[in-house]
């Protein structure tokens, strides 16, 4: 069982990327998943939350401009991130109870990395 992290990469301010957290192996389906980033010198923290039915939270410095969704087709679950600021500079991580059809287990993805510079 694996969770991946990718679509991270450099923008200017203003600019957009959408984040992929994708569950591979011998998972069924992907429970509540949270996307986390953490910047140099500073403590890991949840920037977004969604349900296994959809529902989302969102850290107020990101409320308006970030969008967790997910693909239960594709065990996958997206982070579109919109109007970036160079304080949205981190690397970010997801992190997901997966459901293997008999017990769910806790992962983390690797990380990938979104640089905000103009």
């Known amino acids: 069982v694996q969770l991946q992290a990718s679509g991270g990469g450099s923008v200017q301010p203003g600019g957009s990327l959408r984040l992929s957290c994708a569950a591979s192996g011998s998972v069924f389906s992907i429970n509540a998943l949270g996307w986390y980033r953490q910047a140099p010198g500073k403590q890991r923290e949840l920037v977004a939350a969604i349900t296994s039915g959809g529902s989302t939270n969102y850290a107020d410095s990101v409320k308006g401009r970030f969008t967790a969704t997910r693909d239960n087709a594709k065990n996958t679950v997206y982070l579109q991130m919109n109007s970036l600021k160079p304080e949205d500079t981190a690397v970010y991580y997801c992190?997901?109870?997966?459901?293997?059809?008999?017990?769910?287990?806790?992962?983390w993805g690797q990380g990938t990395q979104v640089t905000v510079s103009s």
């Open positions: 992190n997901a109870d997966l459901f293997t059809g008999r017990r769910t287990y806790n992962y």
